[in-house]
């Protein structure tokens, strides 16, 4: 048992956070978006594909996706999205440039929706 009184996950399985719903309007409140950065940023930066840098975010309950023509980073358990890869300061153009193209596995049920597999 933790200090918290909860069972830690077993490995492989997500931790829980404050960021694994979407914010009322849609928008993180600062403290939380900061969080959410330091969580990220370095998966972003040492990835040297898009299947390392889903892999990375996988173990911290994170994934990539389209979301109307938008890179987003969603929670992987509730699906929500929290945030832009430019709100990251990861802009697409740049990581296409350094990783390459991603395949992407488009939504049945939206034509600018996908999720990105590799």
Not at 6 to 18: L, S
Not at 64 to 76: E, N, T
Not at 82 to 104: H, I, K, S
Request: aromatic residues 6%.
């Amino acid at each position: 048992m933790s200090m918290m009184g909860r069972t830690p996950p077993e490995p492989g399985h997500a931790v829980p956070v404050f960021w694994q719903t979407a914010a009322p309007g849609g928008r993180l409140d600062c403290e939380t978006a900061a969080l959410l950065r330091a969580c990220v940023l370095r998966a972003f930066d040492v990835a040297e594909s898009w299947a390392a840098l889903i892999r990375q975010l996988e173990v911290k309950g994170l994934r990539l996706a389209f979301r109307d023509g938008r890179l987003m980073l969603l929670h992987a358990g509730s699906g929500a999205a929290l945030c832009t890869d430019g709100f990251l300061g990861q802009r697409l153009p740049d990581l296409v440039a350094r990783l390459g193209r991603p395949t992407v596995r488009m939504s049945h049920a939206a034509s600018s929706s996908g999720e990105i597999r590799h």
